[in-house]
């Protein structure tokens, strides 16, 4: 699956720099092969030959990032800026190994220095897009990645990149733009077309967001997500039996998220199937014990079968959890009412009132003398 946070591994070109060492050449050649304990060890030899050069611990660099050791790399990409402190490529990859270790703010000084010295350094642009969404400065990275596509050149990942922007923006249209550029370049990911189903599923258009889902499904037909992605899609046609279908296939590859089962318990209840909505909140809850809705979830369900009891028990565990929900105290408020305790239930749709409940105070009104 492509993942937002993709390497921009920068490919040296060795000539660029004066340099023709059949050692260093040898590294990079490993470092593109994925050889990257290869390229470390050969890296390690011309810095034991000639420690002033900067190429041979970048390179090593990026092949101990290549080997998930960040910190290795980030030491020697700062060697590399010792010898030269106006590397940017060692700035760019420096900042890129910060970014894995989740230190976004340091990458971005790292970035930005790279980019004063090249403004045209894409991959520099790129990275720092990748800091800025982290941080949450959706508008600095939206307008990074728009700088990595107008630099150049045409490339799935950077309209990917840009789409998944636009969409955590909210505009879905122009997000399904760039992920169609993003197929239209490369039409063998199954992400793309799930994320582009997402996106038209956003924007109501459920048939196109089903036709992208089944075409990643086809492609990978073992991730759980595009399964439960369709399913939500099939539900809002209201094609239950297929959305249920969807449920279980996505339950079968992933037992263990407790989100699929509140889901498929949601679609049961919805279709009137109370028990077995009972059941899979049940398992939700026990995958984790931390999440208000699935306690909220199920207590509707326990109140559709009329176990008020029960449906109170899991309010309260939800209040506890988040304290601070009006919709809660106006939910248990109202079931304590069905169960005969009008005076606790007033107390609860009080609550709820106080604590913004658009509905409170017409059911005070109506229950609460």
Known sequence: MRSFLLSCFLSITLMSFGQTDPLLEAARKKLEAKDYKGARIDATKVIDAAPKNKLAYVLRGRARMGL???????????????????????????GEAKINLGDDDGAISDLDKAIRLRPNYTDAYTNRGFAKYNIEDLQGAYFDFSKALELGPPDADKYFNRGLVKAELGEFVSAIDDYSKAIELDKTDASLFNFRGVAFYSTG?????????????????????????????????????????????AIELDGQDPETYNLRGVLKHNTEDYLGAIADYTKAIELDATNPTYYDNRALSKTEKEDYAGAIEDYTYSIELFPS?????????????????????????????????????????????
């Open 205 to 249: 258009n459920f048939d196109k967001a089903i036709a992208d889902y089944d075409q990643a499904i086809k492609m990978d037909a073992k991730d759980p997500t595009k399964f439960e992605n369709r399913a939500l899609a099939k539900s809002a046609k209201e094609d239950f039996k297929g959305a249920l279908e969807d449920y279980n296939k």
């Open 325 to 369: 929900d009006p919709e809660t105290y106006f939910q248990r408020g109202l079931v304590k009412i069905l169960a005969n305790n009008n005076y606790d239930g007033c107390l609860d749709l009080k609550h709820a009132e106080e604590l913004g409940s658009p509905d409170a105070k017409a059911a005070i009104k109506k229950n609460c003398k």
């Open 68 to 94: 998930q050791d960040d910190y290795g790399a980030i030491s020697d990409f700062t060697f590399a800026l010792d010898i030269d402190s106006l590397f940017a490529e060692a700035l760019n990859h420096r």
